[in-house]
Nanobody
Framework: VQLVESGGGLVQPGGSLRLSCAAS????????MSWVRQAPGKGLEWVSD????????VYADSVKGRFTISRDNAKNTLYLQMNSLKPEDTALYYC?????WGRGEYDYWGQGTQVTVSS
């Protein structure tokens, strides 16, 4: 199993980024997937979940209305579209495989991609 994030970078406040998570070694369509982030000096913060087929999505209040999670199971890829970015969104963003159908029990993580929001 391998999860590889990409798409992070430096962006000004109000800007947008699209993160990708390429999955391999398992059938992506069988699992709920999540994005989780860690800001400098802070703990892990759950960001968003998406069901195995993509029909159900859930967001943390801090990103609701600004971020959109999606997936393309045919391409084995998970996405996070981030709009109206704020400095407090600065963090290392991880994708994670949920082995518990949305209950937050993660068994595999990517290495993370850094998002920095600064002017």
């Amino acid at each position: 199993v391998q999860l590889v994030e990409s798409g992070g970078g430096l962006v000004q406040p109000g800007g947008s980024l699209r993160l990708s998570c390429a999955a391999s070694g398992f059938t992506l369509s069988s699992y709920w997937m999540s994005w989780v982030r860690q800001a400098p000096g802070k703990g892990l913060e759950w960001v968003s979940d998406i069901s195995s087929g993509g029909g159900s999505t859930v967001y943390a209040d801090s990103v609701k209305g600004r971020f959109t999670i999606s997936r393309d199971n045919a391409k084995n890829t998970l996405y996070l579209q981030m709009n109206s970015l704020k400095p407090e969104d600065t963090a290392l963003y991880y994708c994670a495989r949920d082995q518990s159908w949305g209950r937050g029990e993660y068994d595999y993580w990517g290495q993370g991609t850094q998002v920095t929001v600064s002017s």
